[in-house]
C-alpha cells in the first residue's frame, strides 16, 4: 500500500519559512519519486518540487525557483519541502505524491525528475499553507 502523509502546514508571514514533511510507506521509498503538489482556492493543482528515490536529481516550478529546496532523508521514510521568503500566493493546500519515475534531460538543466499529474500513483491527504500578514 502506498501511504504518504504530510505535515508541518500552518499560517506564516509573506518573507518567512516554513518546512513541510511528508513521511512514506517503504513500499513508496526505493521507488517512487516525490512530487509536491499545491492547490490554490478556486484554482486547479499544480507541480511544485519533484525528488528522484536517490535524492540526486531535482525539479522546480519557476515560481518557486530560488526561494524552496526539496531533499530526503531515506532513514526517516521522509522528504521535505522547505519554503522561505514566502508569498502570499503561496497560500494553498500542499500535496505530495508518489510519481512513477520519469527522469527527463535538457541540455541547460540536465537530468530532471518530471512533474506530471497523470505520473501520480497515490496522493497524501494534504496540509494547509496560508501565508498573510
Known amino acids: 500500500q502506498l501511504q504518504l502523509v504530510e505535515s508541518g502546514g500552518g499560517l506564516v508571514q509573506p518573507g518567512g519559512s516554513l518546512r513541510l514533511s511528508c513521511v512514506l510507506s517503504e513500499s513508496v521509498m526505493n521507488y517512487y519519486v516525490i512530487g509536491w503538489f499545491r492547490q490554490a482556492p478556486g484554482e486547479g493543482r499544480e507541480g511544485v518540487s519533484c525528488?528522484?528515490?536517490?535524492?540526486?536529481?531535482?525539479n522546480y516550478a519557476n515560481s518557486v525557483k530560488g526561494r524552496f529546496t526539496v531533499s530526503r532523508d531515506n532513514a526517516k521514510n521522509t522528504v521535505y519541502l522547505q519554503m522561505n521568503s514566502v508569498k502570499p500566493e503561496d497560500t494553498g493546500d500542499y500535496y505530495c505524491?508518489?510519481?512513477?519515475?520519469?527522469?527527463?534531460?535538457?541540455?541547460?538543466?540536465?537530468?530532471?525528475?518530471?512533474?506530471?499529474?497523470?505520473?501520480?500513483?497515490?496522493w497524501g491527504k494534504g496540509t494547509l499553507v496560508t501565508v498573510s500578514s
Open positions: 505524491a508518489a510519481l512513477r519515475p520519469r527522469i527527463a534531460h535538457s541540455s541547460t538543466r540536465g537530468n530532471y525528475c518530471v512533474l506530471d499529474h497523470d505520473g501520480v500513483d497515490s
Open positions: 525528488i528522484s528515490s536517490n535524492g540526486f536529481i531535482t
